[in-house]
């Protein structure tokens, strides 16, 4: 082990004995009676194994049971990490000191004592396909290859207008290339490293950010694919569901409900599959906000995939102009063929 102090969080003195390891109280931790093991706290760079901690302590004038036990203290805490000097070591040290916030954050956020090295290597190892690589998508591709998912490709082969051109996403050079292209310079302008090609494989997650036909979700039922829906239209941004086919509410189960409280919307929604508003009302904040919200949600799915995201059977949704996001919940339908009510309703 290589005990290092979590990344991220500013060491500050309480009192002359108390020391407390970040700022907001939510994240922060006090460790009180240090004395003159408080030396010990400069060690934690994660250069030193732990036996190499201790001698160097001892060399401070530290004794080896004191500068242990400020280590137990601080692996108790939950702020001492084991330095991931193989991970390190694999990463070129641009990308190494790019993808640091991002290590950073998955250790505090998920409470791993490895740096964020589990989530990274989960990230590298997804593939994620984003259908619509307009505003919204465009931006979702190139937020989730700055996060450090490995392989992202769009599927959008219409040609690039004025209206999809967003920070993050497309640019001005796009205009009249297929949205895809542009996307895929997106993303390696955020990430090189990112593969970009689509190569046909089923990916761990599809983000649909474009309106879908109903064959489109059959077959990612059909093959157990994993997927997401992400709108941002008519002054509303919507995220979710989250799919996992035969298991959550699908977007069959979604718009079966919706027909519940309005026996009009199948009229509706077939006639809105076909037709679009041109311009959308998603405006550059909205999308974004969508995009970052989306990228939020798919990166919790392939860090966690056995923790359920909010919106596994159920959206989360912001209606301008009060910008505040809610959740509503979706339960599977039962008249829905995709399994997933049957599944709910299975005892466990
Ligand atoms: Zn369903």
């Known amino acids: 082990m290589r005990p290092a102090l979590k990344a991220g969080l500013l060491p500050l003195w309480r009192d002359r004995d108390t020391l407390q390891l970040g700022v907001d109280p ?117 937020f989730l290859a700055a996060s450090g998912i490995g392989h992202v490709a769009c599927a959008d082969p219409e040609p690039a207008e004025p209206a999809d051109l967003a920070p993050a996403g497309l640019i001005h050079a796009d205009l009249g290339a297929p949205r895809q292209d542009g996307a895929a310079r997106a993303v390696r302008r955020a990430a090189p490293e990112v593969r970009t090609r689509d190569d046909g494989a089923l990916p761990d997650l599809v983000i649909l950010t474009a309106p879908t036909l109903p064959d489109l979700t059959g077959a990612l039922v059909r093959d157990r694919v994993a997927h997401l829906a992400v709108r941002a239209d008519e002054a509303i941004g919507v995220v979710g569901p989250l799919v996992r086919p035969a298991s959550t509410a699908c977007l069959r189960c979604v718009d079966l409900r919706k027909a519940e409280g309005d026996p009009a919307w199948p009229k509706i929604l077939a006639q809105a599959t076909f037709a679009h508003a041109r311009p959308q009302a998603c405006d550059t904040v909205l999308a974004a906000m969508t995009a970052a919200l989306a990228s939020a949600q798919a990166l919790a799915f392939i860090d966690r995939a056995w923790a359920s995201p909010v919106t596994a059977n159920g959206t989360l949704e912001v209606a301008l102009p009060d910008w505040q996001w809610r959740r509503r919940t979706w339960l599977p339908h039962p008249a829905c063929g995709c399994g997933a009510a049957t599944a709910a309703a299975a005892p466990a």
Do not use: M, N, W
């Not at 001492?80 to 790019?98: G, H, K």
């Not at 998955?106 to 619509?132: C, E, N, P, Q, S």
């Open 26 to 142: 939510r994240r922060a931790v006090a460790l009180a009676g240090l004395g003159k093991a408080a030396a010990v706290i400069s060690l934690l760079d994660g250069s030193r194994d732990r036996g190499a901690v201790i001698g160097t302590a001892q060399a401070y004038g530290v004794p080896a049971e004191a500068a242990d036990r400020v280590l137990a203290l601080l692996a108790a805490a939950g702020v001492l990490d084991d330095f991931p000097a193989r991970l390190r070591a694999s990463l070129p040290d641009p990308l190494r000191a790019r993808l640091a916030p991002e290590l950073a954050t998955a250790a505090l956020a998920y409470g791993d004592g490895d740096g964020g090295a589990r989530t990274l290597a989960r990230r590298r190892a997804a593939f994620i396909r984003v259908h619509g690589a307009g505003r919204t998508g465009a931006c979702v591709a190139s």
